[in-house]
């Protein structure tokens, strides 16, 4: 664990994470990840390794699937939907670390798809439902040269309300 | 007084940490040419390898998307702000069910989250 990073996040916001996934099956779900993360906190030691740096979800935004006509199932959130996201995110003092969605009837692993349309430093958060059934959820980030995403860890952190 | 460019949360880190940059061009074009210089692996966060800006790559000047503006030739004057905005997309692939746009209110969960 000491090079993988690792994201914490309440269970509640877990199981609200799995619900999306079931509710909108057999279609995708998606939504922002906001949170703050030690790394672009005013003050912080410029020089820590932004991927070592601690990042907490505290709250979930849901989003309307806005896809596109492709053919296939994929989701997009809109520039206009992002700036929303943040200022929703900075009006609760915390920034959009992230974005979650579901992959139904598919492993709960980035498709070639999702790593071409990937943001660097954003938590991807991954949940795979099966036949209507949330299954295994997993987080990753996309590699600086834009090869890969490596995963993230997901630690539950039981706390009282921020 | 130059243009000042906004980096979005998700490139900071490939720019020293800095939410903006400011610099004394005429153009779109010119500003992120001299911030992918400066911050030289922005670009290919930014760029594909032949050069073109990246599909989830929005660039706004004042809040007019640059698609319906001259693009990359968008004339800018002092004072004017450039906004580098994510969009997100994923999926899988080879799936061929239709994602229908969803019923739930944009940011539903929110305040009963927060509560
Ligand atoms: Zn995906």
Redesign the pocket.
């Known amino acids: 664990m000491a090079d993988e990073p690792t994201i914490w996040i309440s269970g509640r916001l877990v199981e609200k994470i799995r619900a999306h996934g079931a509710e909108t099956y057999p279609h995708e779900c998606c939504g922002a990840l906001l949170g703050r993360d030690s790394g672009v906190v005013a003050g912080s030691d410029p020089n820590k390794d932004a991927l070592n740096a601690e990042r907490e979800i505290l709250e979930l935004l849901p989003l309307v699937n806005r896809r596109d006509d492709s053919p296939h199932n994929r989701f997009s959130v809109t520039a206009d939907d992002v700036r929303a996201a943040e200022k929703a995110a900075r009006e609760h003092g915390l920034d959009v670390v992230g974005w979650y969605?579901s992959?139904p009837d598919h492993p709960a692993r980035?498709?070639q798809?999702?790593r071409d349309h990937a943001w660097p430093w954003y938590s991807y958060i991954?949940v795979s439902v099966q036949k209507g059934a949330p299954q295994d959820m997993t987080s990753w980030r996309l590699t600086d040269n834009r090869e890969g995403f490596s995963p993230e860890g997901i630690e539950i952190r039981h706390r009282a309300a921020v | 007084m130059p243009v000042k460019v906004m980096i979005p949360s998700p490139l900071r880190s490939y720019a020293g940490k800095r939410d903006s940059a400011e610099f004394n061009v005429r153009t779109v074009g010119e500003a992120l040419g001299r911030l992918t210089t400066e911050f030289a692996d922005l670009r290919k966060h930014l760029f594909t390898e032949d050069g073109k800006l990246r599909s989830f790559v929005n660039v706004y000047v004042n809040d007019e998307d640059i698609r319906y503006l001259a693009k990359e030739n968008t004339p800018t004057k002092d004072g004017d702000t450039i906004s580098i905005i994510p969009s997100i997309a994923?999926?899988?692939e080879g799936y061929n069910r239709h994602c229908e746009r969803g019923e739930e209110p944009l940011f539903g969960f929110l305040d009963a989250a927060a509560s």
């Open positions: 969605h992959h980035p498709s798809y999702d991954i | 994923g999926g899988v």
